[in-house]
């Protein structure tokens, strides 16, 4: 009888693992873990902390939010910029929109130059901008100055307390106007050009064209150009604290939530108050971009 030699398979051997795709974004990680989570983390633990006259630094817990959410500052401004984006954001976003449809229409001549000239401001800083339009808004020596004299009046009071949001809206919307529209205009060229041939044939007009194939083909464009824009106005900063040396009884040191943290931190070195309320804003943005962009990606599948 033949012996069967039974042939034991041998385990195979795990592969190792591959390294080199670290190697390419570890110089990423490195810097974002010491640019983004690191500065994070380090504000997080400021806020549990709380320097005072006598015993030095000590820790609160959670006594800085208690106190941040019974500050009439903080709720001030915090109200302040979200008016500031229930206004301005709609007004940025449908001129950008509007915009983008003409260029896109094939009607308006010389659309590459109005493409170009829109979107030149946002290559401006956001720095020169504000000293720009300070110095159009200026009662004595801008061109707001030069109309009143004009007229015999003082018709223009942009640094005025009911205007000065509107003219810091004005800036801001001169500003991310371009960027917004090229948003748009990007996604409008990845349409296929075979849907409007279609829509010619069956006598659809520029109109029907527009609410039935562009606008549907812009929604997730508009959803991110709407998170956008929602980060940017609760980040408000630039415009507002340049122009607080021509309006220095309009706008104030907690006109929005950055500016009140800046003046906290560097001005009255309340450190943990200030990381306090950088970390709340940063939760109240993140929670209501969120949820802009889930309604909107629900209207999208839908």
Same mark, same amino acid.
């Given at each position: 009888?033949?012996?069967?030699?039974?042939?034991r398979s041998r385990p195979l051997r795990r592969a190792r693992r591959d390294w080199r795709g670290w190697g390419f974004v570890g110089p990423f990680m490195v810097v974002f873990l010491a640019v983004l989570v690191a500065p994070v983390i380090y504000a997080i633990v400021l806020s549990l902390f709380r320097t005072q006259l006598v015993g030095g630094s000590g820790f609160v817990g959670l006594g800085n939010y208690g106190q941040l959410f019974q500050d009439p500052k903080f709720w001030e401004s915090?109200?302040?910029?979200?008016?500031?984006?229930?206004?301005?954001?709609?007004?940025?976003?449908?001129?950008?929109?509007?915009?983008?449809?003409?260029?896109?229409?094939?009607?308006?001549?010389?659309?590459? =130059?109005?493409? /170009?000239?829109? &979107?030149?401001?946002?290559?401006? $800083?956001?720095?020169?901008? #504000? %000293?720009?339009?300070?110095? *159009?808004?200026?009662?004595?020596?801008?061109?707001?100055?030069?109309?009143?004299?004009?007229?015999?009046?003082?018709?223009?009071?942009?640094?005025?307390?009911?205007?000065?949001?509107?003219?810091?809206?004005?800036?801001?919307?001169?500003?991310?106007?371009?960027?917004?529209?090229?948003?748009?205009?990007?996604?409008?060229?990845?349409?296929?050009?075979?849907?409007?041939?279609?829509?010619?044939?069956?006598?659809?007009?520029?109109?029907?064209?527009?609410?039935?194939?562009?606008?549907?083909?812009?929604?997730?464009?508009?959803?991110?150009?709407?998170? =956008?824009?929602? /980060?940017?106005? &609760?980040?408000?900063?630039?415009? $507002?604290?340049?122009?607080? #040396? %021509?309006?220095?009884?309009? *706008?104030?040191?907690?006109?929005?939530?950055?500016?009140?943290?800046?003046?906290?931190?560097?001005?009255?070195?309340?450190?943990?108050?200030?990381?306090?309320?950088?970390?709340?804003?940063?939760?109240?943005?993140?929670?209501?971009?969120?949820?802009?962009?889930?309604?909107?990606?629900?209207?999208?599948?839908?």
């Open positions: 009888m033949a012996s069967v030699s039974v042939t915090l109200f302040r910029v979200t008016l500031f984006l229930v206004i301005q954001v709609p007004i940025m976003l449908a001129l950008s929109l509007f915009v983008a449809l003409a260029i896109d229409s094939a009607r308006l001549h010389g659309s590459s =130059f109005f493409r /170009i000239a829109i &979107f030149l401001p946002y290559a401006v $800083p956001g720095v020169v901008a #504000a %000293l720009i339009w300070g110095f *159009i808004y200026g009662n004595q020596f801008g061109l707001t100055g030069s109309i009143n004299d004009l007229i015999g009046f003082d018709l223009l009071q942009p640094f005025s307390s009911d205007w000065i949001l509107a003219s810091i809206g004005n800036i801001v919307t001169w500003e991310f106007l371009g960027y917004n529209m090229l948003i748009f205009y990007a996604a409008l060229k990845v349409i296929p050009t075979d849907l409007y041939e279609a829509a010619e044939l069956d006598g659809a007009g520029q109109f029907r064209i527009i609410s039935g194939i562009k606008l549907p083909a812009l929604r997730s464009s508009i959803v991110i150009a709407t998170v =956008f824009s929602i /980060i940017g106005s &609760f980040q408000l900063f630039n415009e $507002p604290n340049l122009l607080k #040396a %021509l309006a220095p009884n309009v *706008i104030s040191s907690y006109f929005t939530p950055n500016m009140y943290a800046y003046n906290l931190s560097f001005a009255g070195q309340q450190f943990n108050y200030s990381a306090t309320v950088a970390i709340v804003m940063g939760i109240i943005t993140a929670v209501i971009a969120y949820i802009v962009q889930l309604r909107g990606s629900r209207q999208e599948v839908r």
